[in-house]
């Protein structure tokens, strides 16, 4: 029985911790001002007639804080990758040279920043709601449990240590959530 409730409660928190890990995804493709790769990664290049990620056909970096360059391994991939920018509707007007596309990342307005905080705080709360789903999925389990024999006192350990897991996490998404927001409004 001690096996089944410690196997519940490491399903809850390899579920939670997958919650931090998509946070942490979600909150790298919110733009903070600076300029980094990771901005364009979901950006499809039309390599050919097939739908390629960006950094599969391009060089990416970020020569400053401003500016992402993107090098493609092909010239004829300019176009291409130049039209897959502009039509990600990520808000970026890219600039070429024959050679490498540069993107200026233009500072944000404290509108902007404040939209961006907003959507911060959104994904911040679909992460608790699923770090909430995986403490109600254990609870259920546990539930179950003790309808098939298990002791109540085993039960109310086994939930008390699920809000434990759940309070752990609701911490770190709050850190998470915090940092991000620390690194937008900063100018």
Do not use: C
């Amino acid at each position: 029985m001690q096996e089944d409730i410690q196997f519940i409660l490491d399903t809850a928190e390899e579920s939670m911790s997958g919650s931090i890990s998509h946070l942490e995804n979600e909150l790298t493709g919110i733009r903070a001002g600076k300029a980094s790769s990771k901005m364009i990664i979901s950006v499809m290049v039309d390599y050919y007639g097939t739908d390629t990620p960006i950094s599969q056909v391009a060089n990416i970096s970020t020569p400053d804080a401003r500016t992402i360059a993107i090098q493609p391994w092909e010239k004829n991939m300019i176009g291409p990758i130049e039209r897959a920018i502009i039509n990600s509707n990520l808000g970026f007007n890219p600039d070429n040279n024959g050679e490498v596309i540069r993107i200026n990342i233009p500072a944000l307005t404290e509108e902007r920043r404040r939209d961006l905080t907003k959507q911060v705080h959104a994904e911040g709360e679909n992460a608790k709601i699923s770090v909430r789903n995986a403490r109600r999925d254990a609870i259920d389990e546990l539930k179950k449990m003790q309808k098939n024999g298990l002791s109540e006192d085993l039960e109310k350990d086994g939930e008390s240590e699920a809000q434990k897991l759940t309070d752990k996490y609701y911490k770190l998404i709050e850190e998470q959530i915090s940092d991000k927001e620390k690194d937008i409004m900063t100018i």
